[in-house]
């Protein structure tokens, strides 16, 4: 089975500055995904960016980058120039890419609070 | 409204009321599920279901009963439920059964006193 672990249970960051969420799983795949999903107060949970394990290098969406380390299974996620409405709980989750029938594994979330 | 909306968005039941959750989807999906969100704890996939068909039931006790009429809505049924229940409820849907993205709705925070 696949574990997801997040080990900040809460971070605050200053409005503008840079911070990095962590992220490691376990996993005997060789091929997988890996998301980070965002969940702000009382609104949707959207997806923030996605890797495929097959690909080197690492996803960026905006401001929203990710550092994949296969080797280590660690997927970590930098949020660049943060704003107030980056606040919010990040989930770092995991699929494996069997064709069908995969579910994604949570990890327990990262509560993000970004400050004045 | 578009997306996936999920009705009601509270509710506080006691633990002999019998109630239901309802989720829409409006993104032309065939796949839909059912989380379970606890404080300090990750998701927990409860129910799938693929093209109306239930394709996974992840060991959820009976006193939740799930209904999927058609690709477009999927239903909680609950009764007899227990304080542990308490917990936000996230429906989904994607493309397929486990397409790698899902699309959440905003949950329904339910309450069992």
């Known amino acids: 089975a696949q574990t997801v672990t997040q080990s900040q249970p809460e971070m605050s960051v200053q409005e503008a500055e840079t911070v990095t969420l962590s992220c490691t799983y376990d996993t005997s795949e060789n091929n997988y995904y890996l998301f980070w999903y965002k969940q702000p107060p009382s609104r949707q949970m959207i997806l923030v960016i996605r890797?495929?394990?097959?690909?080197?290098q690492n996803a960026t969406e905006n401001r929203f980058s990710v550092n994949f380390q296969k080797a280590a299974k660690s997927f970590s996620l930098k949020i660049s120039d943060s704003q107030l409405g980056d606040t919010a709980m990040y989930f770092c989750a995991f699929m494996k890419d069997t064709g069908g029938g995969n579910k994604l594994t949570f990890g327990t979330g990262t509560q993000l609070k970004v400050e004045l | 409204e578009t997306g996936v909306t999920q009705t009601p968005r509270h509710l506080v039941m006691g633990m002999t009321n019998k109630k239901s959750l309802k989720c829409e989807q409006h993104l032309g999906h065939n796949a839909m599920y059912w989380y379970k969100q606890s404080a300090k704890k990750p998701l927990e996939l409860m129910f799938v279901y693929n093209f109306k068909e239930q394709t996974e039931n992840n060991s959820v006790p009976s006193r939740f009963s799930p209904e999927c009429p058609n690709s477009s809505h999927l239903f909680l049924h609950l009764h007899t439920l227990q304080p542990e229940d308490s917990a936000l409820y996230l429906c989904a849907s994607s493309v397929g059964a486990y397409s790698y993205e899902q699309y959440f709705g905003p949950g329904t925070r339910l309450t069992v006193t």
């Open positions: 890797q495929e394990a097959y690909k080197q």
